[in-house]
């Protein structure tokens, strides 16, 4: 690296899911190892900026090259600035990022997080763009340093890759067969984050309830879940994302006997039609989804279940549209995130012919949207009046002169706004409220002070002796 007066500064973009969200905590990682700071203000005055990107949602090809056009400006008022892609529209479209986009310096794939720092180095010092992809795992992830966003909150990668092929997804071509850290590496990860502050972990994988297939322990993901209530200190576990085909009944009885594991599930749906599950190859139908989240309820009562719909999918007709609706409706999801099908590349459904008119995926999107949107406001207003221990969030900070409320996440992870009363809690405390309000993404809780109690935690402190500071207060902050 240059020698200069002060570190060279870097930031990351990161656009998709909590893979990368965590993939970009362990480029921050390397990078500060690497003798980078995170640059203050705006990030496109980095000396590096990172582009982590998602082959997963729409249009992301077009995202990122109107991002890339937007920082070829920027690099040129900014003599010796670099551009690295990562992610996985990296390691699908590998040299065209650079065909497209030839200001860019360094393309780096999915198995390649850790020559990042290395990369950028050659190409600054051979004057030339570098592209590194491998084909296959060499590196765990999780065995690269990582720079968290949250002190309180931490996400340990389990496994990376899928063993499934759903049609409309581009992750098993991308990451790879499903590969599974041993549950010891595990453990002690979540161990060395509970020691550094961390007092929640949410377990990562695209599948994390195949866990163990690759070691060829069927009993894996469970074991883990229960080894992870032994652990001190750790007082929040959650897991992402879950299948329902291999969710299976150890999982359910793990989730509730062991107590620090939160009381909330995402379950991916796709859809509530049979015929369309099957044209997904997605191997549970409708009952048997349903028959989980039962199973759920029956041992954990306050589950929130929040879930993935996707609408539109080729072949989906108005009937198979109607089939979702009536899952939508038994389901009973605090929320649920829905996508509008469009044909990504590389993927078999992007083949299939009888692809949907975007105006009648619109229209059932529409509708769709509003009978969730219906649901989640029905669910989060059965909440008023209950008293609620909140994770007290990094970003949370007043939202204005009058008003001066923090926001935290509940056990079942909903999003909760409250007013703030003395003592003021840090970032990772715990508070203790009472919900006065629910709106459909949030709740409130105005609550009076006698309702409200602070429990100072590791984090709180951990937090404190982070020197930083509050943020300022976004409505949407923390939202997934
Ligand atoms: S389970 Fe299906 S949707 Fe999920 S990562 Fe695997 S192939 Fe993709």
Same mark, same amino acid.
């Given at each position: 690296m240059a020698q200069g007066k002060s570190a060279p500064t870097y930031a990351i973009r990161t656009l998709g899911c909590q893979m990368n969200v965590h993939d970009s905590e362990r480029m921050a990682g390397l990078l500060e190892e690497a003798g980078y700071e995170r640059a203050p203000g705006d990030p496109d005055d980095a000396d590096v900026i990172v582009v982590n990107t998602c082959a997963v949602r729409e249009n992301a090809a077009t995202r990122l090259y109107g991002n890339l056009g937007l920082l070829a400006t920027a690099k040129a008022q900014h003599p010796g600035m670099q551009i690295a892609v990562g992610g996985c529209l990296?390691?699908?479209?590998?040299?065209?990022?650079?065909?497209?986009?030839?200001?860019?310096?360094?393309?780096?794939?999915?198995?390649?997080?850790?020559?990042?720092?290395?990369?950028l180095e050659r190409a600054r010092h051979n004057q030339e763009a570098q592209v590194e992809i491998e084909e296959a795992l060499v590196t765990f992830p999780s065995a690269l340093p990582a720079r968290r966003d949250s002190v309180a909150s931490a996400w340990v990668s389990i496994s990376v890759g899928c063993n499934n092929t759903?049609?409309?997804?581009?992750?098993?071509?991308?990451?790879g067969p499903e590969r599974d850290r041993r549950p010891g590496d595990v453990l002690a990860e979540v161990r060395a984050l509970v020691e550094s502050g961390a007092i929640e972990v949410t377990l990562l994988g695209q599948n994390v309830n195949t866990y163990g297939?690759?070691?060829?322990?069927?009993?894996?993901?469970?074991?883990l879940l229960r080894a992870c209530g032994g652990i001190e200190g750790l007082e929040r576990v959650r897991f992402t994302s879950?299948? #329902? %085909? /291999?969710?299976?009944? &150890?999982? +359910?009885?793990?989730?509730?006997?062991?107590?620090?594991?939160?009381?909330? !599930?995402?379950?991916?749906?796709?859809s509530g039609s049979?015929?369309?599950?099957?044209?997904?190859?997605?191997?549970?139908?409708?009952?048997?989804?349903?028959?989980?989240?039962?199973?759920?309820?029956?041992?954990?009562?306050?589950?929130?279940?929040?879930?993935?719909?996707?609408?539109?999918?080729?072949?989906?007709?108005?009937?198979?549209?109607?089939d979702t609706l009536r899952v939508i409706e038994r389901g009973r999801f605090v929320s649920a995130f829905t996508f509008q099908?469009?044909?990504?590349?590389?993927? #078999? %459904? /992007?083949?299939?012919? &009888?692809? +949907?008119?975007?105006?009648?995926?619109?229209?059932?999107?529409?509708?769709? !949207?509003?009978?969730?949107?219906?649901?989640?406001?029905?669910?989060?207003r059965a909440?008023?009046?209950?008293?609620?221990?909140?994770?007290?969030?990094?970003?949370?900070?007043r939202k204005d002169a009058e008003s001066d409320r923090m926001s935290g996440r509940a056990p079942d992870n909903r999003l909760v706004h409250f007013a703030v009363r003395e003592p003021r809690p840090r970032p990772g405390d715990i508070v203790t409220v009472e919900i006065t309000y629910g709106a459909p993404h949030h709740l409130l809780a105005d609550s009076p002070a006698e309702t409200y109690h602070v429990r100072r935690t590791h984090a709180g402190d951990a937090?404190?002796?982070?020197?930083?500071?509050?943020?300022?207060?976004s409505p949407r902050s923390g939202e997934a």
């Open positions: 990296a390691q699908k479209d590998r040299g065209e990022i650079l065909r497209r986009a030839p200001w860019v310096d360094v393309v780096f794939g999915t198995y390649n997080i850790g020559s990042l720092p290395a990369l759903c049609t409309f997804c581009i992750v098993p071509s991308l990451r297939v690759a070691f060829g322990d069927k009993l894996a993901f469970p074991s879950p299948h #329902p %085909a /291999a969710f299976t009944l &150890d999982v +359910v009885s793990a989730m509730a006997e062991t107590s620090n594991v939160m009381p909330s !599930l995402h379950m991916p749906l796709q049979d015929r369309i599950l099957k044209s997904m190859r997605r191997s549970y139908r409708a009952e048997r989804f349903l028959g989980i989240l039962d199973r759920v309820r029956g041992v954990i009562p306050d589950a929130a279940i929040t879930t993935d719909v996707i609408v539109g999918f080729p072949g989906e007709t108005e009937e198979d549209f109607q099908y469009s044909p990504r590349p590389g993927t #078999p %459904a /992007a083949l299939l012919d &009888d692809q +949907v008119p975007r105006e009648v995926v619109q229209e059932r999107f529409e509708r769709l !949207l509003e009978l969730q949107e219906a649901i989640s406001l029905e669910e989060n909440l008023v009046g209950r008293t609620l221990h909140l994770l007290v969030l990094d970003d949370a900070g937090w404190e002796g982070s020197g930083k500071s509050v943020g300022r207060f």
